[in-house]
């Protein structure tokens, strides 16, 4: 049982750049979510899904995009690599109800130079 | 909006010592209440929760922690520490609607033999 698996561990990237990183799940969880890890900042969430083929804007959305094209994929995409994006990405899926927790993959660790 | 504050960055003890993790959240109605932890290169595991009931919840690996209503705290707490509970330690508070997270800053625990 896989769980949340995320899919490239590490990258680095030149400024000015593209990628794109990939979250699967395996256990139908509806909602789906991005965040970024920075030291002394905890997890901010970047934008987060609530369904196949729905995506909303969290807290630190910009210079991100995201698509959730089938239920257990959700994919986060730098159009121009920053070097502020340079951080740790986690992705976590769950259901919809509230008191159910989150379930987190285990990173990718992006820099970008 | 939510928030969560975990005053303490970093805190060591001693092995076999006790332990108590401080959170505080600022929340306007009744708030859905996390422990995470991540240990170094891995995503987050939950370590216990709370919605409702009984103010003093019980996790895995030992741990516990008390909902404080009046004190708007849920600290965490373990009697005896191992030198494998060495990790980040994570607090989140949930939304009244849906299932997005605010998390705290993060403690960092540093166990000594």
């Known amino acids: 049982n896989a769980g949340v698996t995320q899919t490239p561990k590490f990258r680095v990237l030149k400024t000015g750049q593209s990628m794109t990183l990939l979250c699967a799940q395996d256990m139908n969880h509806e909602y789906m979510y991005w965040y970024r890890q920075d030291p002394g900042m905890g997890l901010r969430l970047i934008h987060y899904?609530?369904?196949?083929?729905?995506?909303a804007k969290g807290e630190v959305p910009d210079g991100y995009n995201v698509s959730r094209l089938k239920k257990q994929n959700f994919l986060l995409g730098l159009e121009s690599a920053a070097p502020s994006q340079t951080s740790v990405y986690f992705c976590?899926?769950?259901?919809?109800?509230?008191?159910?927790?989150?379930?987190f993959g285990d990173g990718t660790r992006l820099s970008i130079l | 909006a939510q928030s969560v504050t975990q005053p303490d960055i970093h805190i060591t003890v001693s092995e076999g010592a006790s332990l108590e993790l401080r959170c505080n959240y600022s929340?306007?109605?009744?708030?859905?209440l996390f422990w995470y932890v991540q240990s170094p290169g891995q995503g987050l595991q939950l370590l216990l929760k709370?919605?409702?009931?009984?103010?003093l919840v019980q996790g895995i690996k030992g741990f516990e922690a008390e909902f404080k209503r009046s004190q708007s705290s849920f600290n965490l707490r373990k009697p005896s520490v191992h030198w494998s509970d060495a990790a980040e330690y994570f607090c989140?508070?949930?939304?009244?609607?849906?299932?997005?997270?605010?998390f705290g800053e993060g403690t960092q625990l540093t166990v000594n033999p």
């Open positions: 929340y306007g109605a009744t708030p859905y």
């Open positions: 976590a899926s769950s259901t919809q109800d509230r008191v159910q927790p989150q379930h």
């Open positions: 709370y919605f409702s009931g009984d103010t």
């Open positions: 989140a508070v949930g939304e009244t609607s849906g299932s997005r997270l605010t």
């Open positions: 899904s609530v369904g196949e083929g729905t995506t």
